[in-house]
Every structure is written in structure tokens, then in C-alpha cells.
């Protein structure tokens, strides 16, 4: 079994930790798309459809060069550990087999492959990445911070995401189809009176309200004082756009402090703790 610790290191690390004494017996074969069904633990639920027929209309023409990689289900057939977009796609070009490399893994390596494999393309959607981790630390009996260990992030960055499960369902489905964005469902989360949530969220797409403005409503409805315009000169629309973008990136306060004449200014970027400072780095992609 792979080594738990490695799995930070990313997917074709955990790969090779429990294939590379089978590596050089390993072989390509071809299967019946008829006897693979896709992976149980896979989180993305939403696949791009156009991205799919270009993809299908690609192995129609050429095939499918690089192999999926299948387990023997336990019921019958192979399960997808990797490569459920090629295994739809060449369902949509009418193939009937597919090449395929099978490997024996467990469930709880099925499970963090999944999430691993999504998370290093970047395929899931906030709300499918956080049911993603909740899942893993249920099945496999976990804490945040041992599920942070094993994933390679930090405890704060799984728990904003985790967090996004308590939003009411209407509102968890204005995340998944694109109208808010991680950071306006993360400021919703902080209203207090949670019965006002689902409306605020709806005027948020409504009025296409910014994360600092949305921020300044949820202060003014948890009864906070309203807060004080900065008496210095305004930013203009270019940073005011390019600070909201910054917050949603770092998912903290980042405040822009510009002199439009001169064009110089500095980028001040807040934390709440060292894990917090730690994930902000790894954001930024800086090891120290």
C-alpha cells in the first residue's frame, strides 16, 4: 500500500509508491467499454459537454492514445481509477473497447486517487471539491488535519471549503452553476441570521454585488458599525476589480494602497494564524 505521507506529493507519485515493482509487467489492454462502469468515489459530478464531443469526435478520428486505468470491481467488470472523461467520450464516439492498464488498489486509494486527480486539473467546482473532502474524512475515519496531511494542504484551506456545506441547498446551487463565486458564498456564510441567507444570496446575483460590497451588507444585517470610507482618494474601477479578484483568490482581506500618479503603490495581504500565513503560501506556490 502506498505510503500515506507521499500522497501530498501528487498523483503520479501515489502511482508509482505501489506500482513500481509491477511497473515493467504492467501492460496496455484492450477492454469492452460494456464491462468498465466509472469510478463510485469519483467527486465531479458535471462534465463540459461541448469539451466532450470535441474530445469524442477526436478518438472518433484518431483513437484514444493514452490508456485509462481500471481496478477488477468486486461486483463485476473494472472500475475507472483514472480517465472517466476519455471512457464518456469514447461512449459518445460509438467505440466498443477502450485500452486500459489495471491495477490492484483499495477502496481508500480509489478514493484519494479520485480527489487527487481532479484537484491537481483542477476539474472540480467549489461545492464538488468540498463534499470531496467531507467524504474522504468520513470513509476513511479522519480528522481535517490528518485529511491537510495527506492531501498536501493546509487545515484552514479544507475548512473554508468545508464550510461551504452548511449554505441551505437554493444557495448551494448557485454555487455549482457559476452565479457566486467561492468568495461571496464564504461572506454569506458569515450572516448571522441564517433565514436571510437565501435572499441575500439572490440579490448578490441579482445586483452582481462585489465581495467587499457584499462583505460591507453582511456587517451592516449582523449589526456592525457601518464601515468608514477611506478619507484618502479612491481607487479606480481597474484596482477596485483587481483588489476583489485578490480577495477571492486568497480568500482573506487584501487591500490595495496605490498612488495613481506616481504608479506606484503595495499590495497588503492579511492572515488570521501561521496555518492561515502557510496557506497563503501555498496559494502562491512558495516553499520554505
Same mark, same amino acid.
Given at each position: 500500500?502506498a505510503?500515506? %505521507?507521499?500522497l501530498?506529493?501528487?498523483i503520479?507519485a501515489?502511482?508509482?509508491?505501489?506500482?513500481e515493482?509491477?511497473e515493467?509487467?504492467?501492460?496496455?489492454?484492450?477492454?469492452?467499454l460494456s464491462?468498465?462502469?466509472?469510478n463510485? !468515489?469519483?467527486?465531479? %459530478?458535471?462534465?463540459?459537454?461541448?469539451?466532450?464531443? &470535441?474530445?469524442?469526435?477526436?478518438?472518433r478520428?484518431?483513437g484514444?492514445?493514452?490508456p485509462i486505468?481500471?481496478?477488477?470491481?468486486?461486483?463485476m467488470?473494472?472500475?475507472?481509477?483514472?480517465?472517466?472523461?476519455?471512457?464518456?467520450?469514447?461512449? =459518445?464516439?460509438?467505440? &466498443?473497447?477502450?485500452?486500459?492498464?489495471v491495477?490492484?488498489?483499495?477502496?481508500?486509494q480509489m478514493?484519494e486517487?479520485?480527489?487527487?486527480?481532479?484537484?491537481?486539473r483542477?476539474? *472540480? +467546482?467549489?461545492l464538488?471539491?468540498?463534499q470531496? !473532502?467531507?467524504? *474522504? =474524512?468520513?470513509?476513511?475515519k479522519?480528522?481535517?488535519?490528518?485529511?491537510?496531511e495527506?492531501l498536501?494542504?493546509?487545515?484552514?484551506?479544507i475548512?473554508? !471549503?468545508?464550510?461551504?456545506?452548511d449554505?441551505?441547498?437554493e444557495?448551494?446551487?448557485?454555487?455549482?452553476?457559476?452565479?457566486?463565486?467561492m468568495?461571496?458564498?464564504?461572506?454569506?456564510?458569515?450572516?448571522?441570521?441564517?433565514?436571510?441567507?437565501? &435572499?441575500?444570496?439572490k440579490?448578490?446575483?441579482?445586483?452582481?454585488?462585489t465581495?467587499?460590497?457584499?462583505?460591507?451588507?453582511?456587517?451592516e444585517?449582523?449589526g456592525?458599525?457601518?464601515?468608514?470610507?477611506? %478619507?484618502?482618494?479612491?481607487? +479606480?474601477?481597474?484596482l477596485?476589480? +483587481?483588489?476583489?479578484?485578490?480577495?477571492?483568490?486568497?480568500?482573506?482581506?487584501?487591500?490595495? %494602497?496605490?498612488?495613481e500618479?506616481?504608479?506606484?503603490?503595495?499590495?497588503?495581504i492579511? !492572515?488570521?494564524?501561521?496555518?492561515?500565513?502557510?496557506r497563503?503560501?501555498?496559494?502562491?506556490?512558495i516553499?520554505?
Amino acid at each position: 500500500m502506498a505510503n500515506k %505521507k507521499g500522497l501530498g506529493r501528487g498523483i503520479n507519485a501515489l502511482f508509482s509508491d505501489f506500482t513500481e515493482e509491477k511497473e515493467i509487467d504492467e501492460k496496455v489492454e484492450e477492454l469492452q467499454l460494456s464491462e468498465i462502469r466509472p469510478n463510485p !468515489y469519483q467527486p465531479r %459530478k458535471t462534465f463540459d459537454e461541448e469539451n466532450l464531443h &470535441d474530445l469524442a469526435e477526436s478518438i472518433r478520428k484518431n483513437g484514444v492514445f493514452q490508456p485509462i486505468i481500471v481496478r477488477k470491481s468486486s461486483v463485476m467488470g473494472y472500475e475507472i481509477i483514472a480517465g472517466e472523461r476519455r471512457f464518456r467520450a469514447s461512449k =459518445m464516439a460509438n467505440q &466498443d473497447k477502450i485500452p486500459a492498464i489495471v491495477r490492484a488498489i483499495d477502496d481508500e486509494q480509489m478514493m484519494e486517487i479520485a480527489v487527487l486527480e481532479n484537484l491537481q486539473r483542477e476539474d *472540480l +467546482s467549489p461545492l464538488e471539491e468540498a463534499q470531496a !473532502y467531507s467524504t *474522504l =474524512m468520513e470513509n476513511l475515519k479522519i480528522t481535517q488535519s490528518e485529511l491537510s496531511e495527506r492531501l498536501g494542504k493546509s487545515r484552514p484551506y479544507i475548512a473554508n !471549503y468545508l464550510r461551504l456545506l452548511d449554505l441551505p441547498t437554493e444557495v448551494k446551487s448557485m454555487l455549482q452553476n457559476g452565479q457566486l463565486s467561492m468568495g461571496q458564498a464564504r461572506t454569506l456564510l458569515a450572516l448571522k441570521d441564517k433565514d436571510k441567507l437565501v &435572499d441575500l444570496a439572490k440579490r448578490t446575483v441579482k445586483e452582481n454585488l462585489t465581495v467587499r460590497q457584499l462583505e460591507q451588507i453582511v456587517n451592516e444585517m449582523n449589526g456592525k458599525k457601518k464601515i468608514k470610507k477611506d %478619507k484618502k482618494k479612491k481607487l +479606480s474601477p481597474y484596482l477596485l476589480e +483587481s483588489q476583489t479578484q485578490l480577495q477571492e483568490k486568497f480568500g482573506t482581506k487584501v487591500a490595495i %494602497k496605490a498612488n495613481e500618479k506616481t504608479g506606484k503603490g503595495k499590495i497588503e495581504i492579511s !492572515y488570521l494564524s501561521t496555518e492561515d500565513f502557510n496557506r497563503i503560501l501555498d496559494v502562491l506556490n512558495i516553499e520554505l
